[in-house]
């Protein structure tokens, strides 16, 4: 194919804005979320009405490509703007006791491309690409940082601590970690309303441990009570009916974008930010979670950890009010890599050399 013009990738103007009026960027990726786990992209079984709005106010891309089957793979490409023959990190290997293998101390990331431009950068979500005081610590790409660094430690929602910067925050083992998360990332946005940021969200919903609070459980536990009978177990609490925690789930992550949309326009910084929406692989099988029942690789062969193209293909969705115009939709192919030199032009900034 040609390449496309911006009239057709639905862009109403030049994406580049002046260095004193530049857009937030909110980059949101959830984590095992496969092709057909949005309700704007065929999901029946449950909605996510605020996620659906991103599509219908934005952008969807129906070829977006994740950076890897797994986790941190896709991270490092996301941060590096390099695919997976190029990356650093091509697996999840481990660091004993909490963490994974870092990226080199020099490497370029696009938080510090973007801090150098003067934006503020602040990570929520799980990191996975640095051990805990490592040259790689995410503290050592984003001015703020919270949530877990450690995959492995994200295999449960009610962890004994999360991180908030360089310092361990203990928990009690029953408070649900994505609402600290998302309460965490509207406080940045509160304290950054007056300038321009950059918020990368890598929710760990909905991945391996079906847990979600009681009241999100409840309601689809009574409306799929055929499931009554399986328990998730994963790490941390075990789950009756991990089927009904997983829609629960879905829709507690939706509550959340929801609120960040809310916030958006209660601080009048909506117009000048992007909202956007994907998932860093294809649809997980443990915990207790049915991807069949639920469908969640849509019309798309294979899972997490395959290379058909349900393994790496994942719903993308993207909103700039005044830029973008709604309803677009795009077969364009556009992969993970891609990310780093797209924010880069809308903040103004030239792309560095040998990226892909």
């Known amino acids: 194919k040609r390449p496309l013009l911006p009239g057709e990738l639905g862009i109403l103007a030049s994406p580049l804005a002046a260095a004193d009026n530049r857009p937030t960027i909110n980059y949101t990726i959830a984590h095992d979320l496969g092709y057909g786990d949005l309700s704007c992209v065929g999901q029946t079984k449950y909605q996510t009405p605020n996620i659906d709005r991103l599509a219908a106010e934005g952008i969807t891309f129906t070829d977006y490509y994740a950076g890897s089957t797994v986790c941190a793979p896709t991270r490092c490409v996301l941060m590096t703007g390099v695919h997976t023959g190029h990356a650093y990190v091509r697996g999840n290997r481990e660091v004993q006791p ?86 965490q990332l509207l406080q940045f946005v509160r304290d950054n309303k007056d300038k321009p940021f950059f918020a990368y969200v890598p929710f760990t919903i909905p991945h391996a441990a079906m847990h979600v609070p009681e009241e999100d459980h409840a309601p689809w536990r009574e409306k799929w009570p055929q499931f009554d009978h399986k328990i998730g177990k994963y790490r941390g609490p075990q789950v009756t009916n991990p089927v009904a925690a997983f829609a629960g789930m879905m829709t507690r992550m939706d509550r959340h974008v929801g609120q960040l949309l809310a916030l958006l326009d209660e601080l009048d910084i909506d117009d000048t930010t992007i909202v956007s929406f994907t998932s860093d ?8 979670h049915d991807p069949q029942f639920f469908d969640s690789n849509g019309p798309l062969r294979g899972h997490k950890r395959d290379l058909y193209e349900g393994g790496i293909r994942v719903p993308f969705v993207a909103r700039w009010p005044g830029r973008i115009k709604p309803g677009t939709k795009t077969d364009l192919p556009v992969a993970m890599w891609d990310v780093m030199p797209t924010c880069l032009e809308i903040a103004g900034v030239e792309a560095p050399a040998g990226i892909d």
């Not at 996975?128 to 919270?146: I, Q």
């Not at 692989?281 to 207790?288: L, S």
Request: aromatic share 12%; glycine share 12%; proline share 9%.
């Open 98 to 183: 909490e963490g994974q293998a870092p990226m080199p101390a020099d490497i370029v990331t696009l938080p510090r491309l973007l801090k150098k431009a003067g934006y503020t950068t602040g990570m929520f979500g799980k990191w996975g690409l640095g051990a805990p005081g490592s040259e790689s610590d995410p503290v050592k790409h984003f001015d703020t940082f919270y949530g877990y660094n450690c995959q492995r430690q994200a295999h449960t929602f009610y962890p004994a601590h999360l991180w908030h910067n360089d310092k361990k925050v203990p928990l009690d083992g029953k408070t649900y970690s994505a609402d600290l998360i998302s309460d």
């Open 281 to 288: 692989n294809g649809p997980h099988m443990e915990g207790g």
